[in-house]
Nanobody, 112 residues
Framework: QVQLVESGGGLVQPGGSLILSCAGS????????IAWYHQAPGKQREFVAR????????TYEDSVKGRFAGSRDDAQNIVYLHLNSLKPEDTGAYYC?????WGQGTQVTVSS
């Protein structure tokens, strides 16, 4: 059974940083890219980043380029999303995704 579990969200001031984690199990984690999506309050879930397999490039939505960066530890089956220079509009739930499978999300709130 595929399982994705996000963690690392929290409350941070504008300009601050967070590191989100997505732990995967039940599939060949190192063979798949993992995507991150953001759902702002009252809005649809939107693509943020895709963290490629080891050695493959990652892709980012334009509004987070230069601020967010992905990494992965395939030995631990974890993908990370480093959130830097956070803005209030980055507030919302962040979900990781692989194929048809989603995690439960982790909440990020950017506020002073």
């Amino acid at each position: 059974q595929v399982q994705l579990v996000e963690s690392g969200g929290g409350l941070v001031q504008p300009g601050g940083s967070l590191i989100l984690s997505c732990a995967g199990s039940g599939f060949a984690f190192n063979q798949y890219s993992i995507a991150w999506y953001h759902q702002a309050p009252g809005k649809q879930r939107e693509f943020v980043a895709r963290i490629g397999q080891s050695g493959a490039p990652s892709t980012y939505e334009d509004s987070v380029k230069g601020r967010f960066a992905g990494s992965r530890d395939d030995a631990q089956n974890i993908v990370y999303l480093h959130l830097n220079s956070l803005k209030p509009e980055d507030t919302g739930a962040y979900y990781c995704n692989s194929g048809d499978d989603w995690g439960q999300g982790t909440q990020v709130t950017v506020s002073s």
